[in-house]
């Protein structure tokens, strides 16, 4: 039997893998005979966030986690170092990339999809891909390739690399994200204007889609809304097959 393309996971801050595991454990019911979704853990430790307690004790589910450090004075370090640019040390994007291989064989890489804070590091890994691409870096042997991306309740920019950081820093606006997208708001959510802004803000209009639903900041759990997710992920698929 084939092994199932692969979807990359990252979590919101303050959460973890096996938080967002279990934040999606209806959606994977519905995708198990199509996806394999792989869960990650960010580097850096953090106190718990939004949502997250009472529900998901830190003895069962802590550490809680985040994908940004912060320097002494607060501000967020935007590439995913402990310090911005730092020498020597492995990048947010570059990071995630490793983990991705080091999960070894298995089905194809296909999708990435992000809740909250993690829609960043979605941003962040698609706009790498795209740059890499647009100049003119080869396709190494078993480097991933990622076809679509999934945004849930996401808000703010996405993570730089030190291939995209000068890149949008210089043009003073970023590039938008071609690589196929979809994007899941909720109208009840409080970070529901920020969501908008990030999709007008980076995501090309012409390859992204949007889905609204009536929630708050969380997965969906209610079957109409779930399912709305579900024929999403499944429509954006399978027209990125149709491409090939």
């Known amino acids: 039997m084939a092994a199932l393309p692969r979807i990359a996971c990252f979590h919101g ?13 209806t959606l994977q019911s519905q995708l198990c005979s199509t996806f394999e979704f792989v869960f990650f853990d960010a580097p850096f430790e953090r106190d718990a966030g939004p949502g ?8 069962k589910f802590g550490p ?8 002494e004075a607060g501000q967020e370090v935007p590439d995913g170092r402990m310090e911005a ?3 020597g040390e ?8 490793r983990l991705i291989g080091e999960e070894g ?13 993690g829609t960043r590091v ?8 795209q740059k890499r691409r647009e100049m003119g870096f080869p396709v190494r042997e078993g480097e991933v390739e990622f076809k679509f991306g999934v945004l849930c309740m996401g ?14 820093s210089l043009s003073g606006t970023p590039d938008l994200i071609s690589i196929p997208t979809l994007h899941l708001h909720g109208t009840k959510d409080v970070n529901y204007a920020n969501g908008k802004k990030q999709l007008a803000a980076y995501y090309d209009p012409k390859t992204s889609r949007l889905i609204e639903i009536n929630y708050h900041h969380a997965m969906p759990w209610f079957k109409a809304d779930l399912m709305k997710l579900v024929d999403g992920i499944e429509s954006i698929y399978r027209d990125t097959q149709e491409i090939l």
């Open 90 to 97: 492995e990048g947010g994007i570059e990071r995630v990339l």
């Open 64 to 71: 809680y986690r985040t994908w940004f450090s912060k320097t």
């Open 105 to 117: 064989e298995g089905g194809e890489w296909v999708g990435c999809m992000g809740f909250s804070q």
């Open 52 to 59: 997250v307690l009472p529900y998901f004790s830190y003895e």
């Open 155 to 168: 808000s703010f920019a996405p993570m730089v690399s030190d291939l995209t950081g000068p890149a949008m």
């Open 85 to 87: 640019g730092k020498e």
């Open 13 to 25: 801050g303050g959460s973890s893998a096996s938080i967002f595991a279990t934040q999606c454990q």
């Open 122 to 129: 979605v941003g962040g890994l698609l706009l790498h891909q």
